[in-house]
């Protein structure tokens, strides 16, 4: 009989323990479940906002560089308008359009005078000796491997060398 009591002791024990595991156990895991869901809400909260000020960051540069672009685009349409109303002029009272140029002072481009000897960004191509605006076709199709970069004045660049391009004459 003892033994038994110790088999139906043992039963019981087992029946206890698994109804307690079938019904604590699930409240205690959705608990854990919705504090690890919480982190990681929490978590992608803090990622996403990080990737919003990146974004926001690089939106900024980008407007920048917009801004740059279109003062570079005013600068060469000033400098476009600026030889053809010298050269109308020049043709106009029978004079050349650089001679005309040279009593105003001013080419259209920046010269070797120190006063108009302005700094662009250009680009110059190492193979050809070369230097061009930034917006030339010519730089379009130049290889990366031969470009340099340079905010230097145009009269330093023509100093180390390079001469100005035919097309966008810098």
Not at 104 to 129: E, F
Request: glycine content about 6%; overall charge positive.
């Amino acid at each position: 009989m003892n033994g038994q009591k110790n088999i139906l002791s043992i039963i019981i024990a087992v029946v206890i323990t698994v109804f307690g595991c079938y019904f604590f156990l699930p409240s205690y895991s959705s608990k854990q479940l919705e504090i690890s869901y919480e982190t990681t809400l929490q978590q992608n909260k803090k990622d996403y906002e990080k990737q919003i000020k990146s974004l926001e960051t690089e939106i900024l540069t980008l407007e920048k560089n917009v801004d740059y672009y279109k003062e570079k685009a005013e600068e060469a349409e000033a400098k476009k308008e600026t030889k053809s109303d010298n050269s109308s002029k020049g043709s106009s009272s029978g004079e050349s359009s650089k001679s005309e140029s040279s009593k105003s002072g001013y080419s259209g481009k920046s010269g070797n005078n120190s006063s108009n000897d302005k700094t662009y960004t250009y680009i110059l191509n190492k193979n050809t000796g070369k230097f061009h605006y930034s917006w030339c076709n010519s730089v379009k199709l130049m290889k990366e491997s031969n470009k340099i970069y340079s905010d230097s004045s145009r009269s330093d660049i023509i100093e180390k060398g390079y001469s100005p391009c035919k097309n966008c004459n810098p």
